[in-house]
């Protein structure tokens, strides 16, 4: 199988990990996370709802104290009225005493303003004294009073209404506006006009006329008034750490009285509403309950209308509260929830990984070792401990395939060992054969070589010794006729003689290396001493030209069976080469002793110098027929004639040669029974 392959199969093996993995963890990653979702959002829902339910029931404590306030100052203003002081100072009929009693009630209830208005708009008395004599009648609380029924009322009063109750009054009601983003645009610098809890009771004066006691609390800048509000709605505790009730009087959309912060200390008075909350709440007289942007930050808010006596939305009341607290909760509680999900899943993941691993791990071994199979190791197994499982039945199942194989893999290559042993067997034989055919060819070429030469040899040989013949006879014939005349050139007559008996020397060479049977003589036996004794009177002329030692060893004790003539040749032969390799004189060692060769016993003769010697090449060469390296004395005869001599007596020639150092040949024969 090809890497790629194994690769795949790997993957393959990982994908059904994770996918196996996947099954098991699915309901906790994928579900539990949405149905967290799901509940988060719905949680979500339900607790932005709470803080506006909440908001919502905070507007109606502040809409209810608001609510007492217009009573009680209706509730004291009646009971000023109706009370036995204020008879008895009508009673007086005394003004002075009447305005000092005004201004000591209007100290004691906290108004900002305590005056008594008679039927035709007369002012009977004020608090504070002013220099008033008449005033508007046609409030509706008023006119109401007039009519004999007390009534309370919000009512917005001008700049200049103010400044006659007292410049001290209009002053305090005066708020700057200050430059709010969202705000409905306005050329406005500052807002004079006052918002009054305005309360009109009647009452009758010592003479019996008719009158109204009319009393107000100026709202503007009256923070113990907001700050009532405030601390009834959000007592303390009511609201998470951090977060900050609020509680703020709108006139039309201006904050004239309120402990929202503008910054360290100073409140927000004389910023304004939003544009979108104006126009919800003074516009479409809607109370606006949700998160709104109150001057600096984000508040969950309720706004309601305030009617003045007409019936008209003049102001907004407000409360409250920071939304961050309540935000940064539910995130926390959000990432609590996160935190211990994420928890849960990293401490569970582990434990299914680990289930997951007890199931994977055989597939895992059983891959493992298919790859090792593949990779060559064919013992490998994956010997899980017992079937307990399909999957450890399946690895059983494996392993037992894999025996199978081995043992087939086995089978095929003793197989193969014995068919390449038997081909190379077949190889060898093949081998020998040929080599035996070979040296056959090349024997049988060079017997076909041989008989040509041979037979042009004796063509030549034949067709030399006529010609010499005839100068032979001739040369007798003239010695003959010039008789002693013939001493005068008896130099010449002797060389023309040694020229003749060479040719005829060399013709009977050739003539025997091509014919050799022709000159085969009847064997004889011979101690080889006797024939080397024979040979050396032959060669002595030669020794003694040279300067040369002879060592003479004869230790055969046998004799050989061999024309004496042939001998007497080939050993003279032998010689004589020795003798040629050493023109400056030298060692020439002729030996004899006994050596059986593959069970014939035999007598060597050994012709050794220490001469010039030969190099490979030549000493490959010597026995062939012509070959010399003596370029005008040689025939290149001598040796090749001789191996066919010894051949021909079923004996061996051979030499042994070092350039430089000398040669040794040796002759070895049958030895004669
Ligand atoms: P020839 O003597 O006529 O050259 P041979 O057949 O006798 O022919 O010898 C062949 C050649 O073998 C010689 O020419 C010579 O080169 C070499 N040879 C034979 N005997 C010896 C020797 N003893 N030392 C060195 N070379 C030899
Ligand atoms: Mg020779």
Avoid at 242 to 269: K, M, P
Avoid at 338 to 363: D, E, H, N
Avoid at 413 to 431: C, D, F, I, Q
Avoid at 517 to 532: D, K, T
Wanted: proline share 4%.
């Amino acid at each position: 199988m090809s890497d790629a392959a194994i690769q795949s199969k790997a993957r393959g093996g990982r994908s059904i990990r994770y996918r196996l993995l996947a099954i098991a963890l699915l309901p906790f990653l994928v579900v539990v996370p949405l149905l967290l979702a799901l509940v988060i959002g719905r949680l979500n829902t339900k607790f932005d709802a709470l803080l506006i339910t909440k908001v919502n029931g905070d507007l109606t404590i502040a809409h209810q104290y608001f609510a007492r306030i217009l009573e009680n100052t209706s509730d004291h203003i009646r009971g000023l009225g109706d009370s036995a002081a204020f008879r008895a100072v009508a009673a007086e009929n005394s003004k002075p005493e009447l305005a000092d009693w005004l201004e000591q009630s209007r100290r004691e209830l906290g108004l900002d303003f305590l005056n008594i208005l008679e039927d035709d708009g007369r002012l009977l008395a004020t608090a504070p004294q002013t220099g008033e004599a008449r005033s508007r009648r046609d409030w509706p609380v008023i006119v109401s009073a007039m009519a004999g029924t007390p009534s309370t009322a919000v009512d917005i009063f001008a700049a200049e209404e103010l400044a006659a109750i007292s410049p001290a009054l209009a002053q305090r009601a005066k708020v700057e506006l200050v430059p709010t983003a969202n705000a409905a645009p306005t050329d406005r610098t500052a807002e004079t006009r006052g918002m009054v809890v305005h309360s009109a009771s009647p009452i009758q004066l010592a003479d019996g006329r008719k009158a109204v006691l009319v009393g107000g609390v100026l709202l503007n800048r009256n923070l113990v008034f907001i700050d009532t509000i405030n601390d009834l709605v959000y007592r303390q505790a009511s609201l998470p750490e951090g977060s900050q009730g609020t509680a703020t009087l709108f006139l039309d959309d201006v904050r004239i009285s309120t402990n929202v912060r503008l910054f360290e200390g100073r409140r927000a008075l004389g910023t304004r509403v939003s544009l979108a909350v104006r126009q919800a709440v003074l516009g479409e007289g809607r109370t606006w309950l949700d998160s709104a942007f109150v001057v600096n930050d984000w508040y969950i808010s309720a706004y309601e209308p305030i009617r003045d006596s007409l019936g008209k939305r003049v102001g907004m009341l407000y409360v409250g509260f920071l939304e961050t607290p309540f935000r940064r909760e539910k995130l926390i509680t959000l990432a609590t929830i996160i935190g211990a999900f994420l928890l849960v899943t990293a401490l569970s993941v582990p434990i299914f990984l680990r289930w997951a691993r007890a199931i994977f791990k055989p597939l895992e071994q059983m891959t493992d070792t298919i790859s090792r199979v593949e990779g060559g190791d064919l013992d490998a197994r994956t010997n899980l401990p017992a079937a307990r499982d399909e999957i450890g039945r399946v690895a059983t199942h494996l392993d037992g395939l894999l025996d199978r194989l081995q043992a087939r893999d086995r089978q095929l290559r003793n197989w193969n060992e014995e068919l390449n042993k038997r081909v190379a067997e077949r190889t060898s034989e093949l081998e020998a054969a040929n080599k035996e055919l070979e040296l056959t060819t090349k024997q049988l070429i060079m017997s076909e070589k041989l008989a040509a030469i041979g037979e042009i040899t004796a063509g030549v040989a034949h067709e030399i010794n006529n010609p010499v013949a005839v100068i032979q006879g001739n040369l007798d014939v003239v010695r003959q006729v010039f008789g002693g005349q013939v001493e005068l050139a008896s130099t010449e007559f002797r060389l023309i003689d040694e020229q003749i008996h060479r040719i005829e020397d060399i013709v009977t060479r050739l003539l025997q290396f091509a014919r050799p049977e022709e000159f085969a003589g009847y064997v004889e036996r011979h101690s080889p001493r006797e024939v080397v004794g024979h040979c050396l009177p032959l060669v002595q002329h030669l020794l003694n030209r040279g300067e040369i030692d002879l060592i003479a060893d004869h230790r055969a004790t046998g004799l050989v069976l061999m024309n004496r003539t042939e001998l007497l040749q080939v050993l003279v032969n032998l010689i004589v080469n020795a003798i040629h390799s050493m023109p400056a004189g030298g060692t020439l060692t002729l030996r004899d002793f006994d050596e059986e060769r593959h069970g014939t016993p035999g007598i060597v003769i050994e012709v050794a110098d220490t001469g010039v010697g030969m190099d490979r090449e030549t000493l490959v060469r010597i026995f062939d027929p012509f070959f010399t390296t003596k370029r005008s004395e040689g025939t290149g005869l001598g040796l090749s004639i001789s191996q066919k001599l010894i051949l021909r007596q079923n004996g061996a020639i051979s030499a042994e040669s070092q350039p430089g150092s000398g040669t040794c040949f040796s002759i070895w024969l049958p030895q004669a029974l």
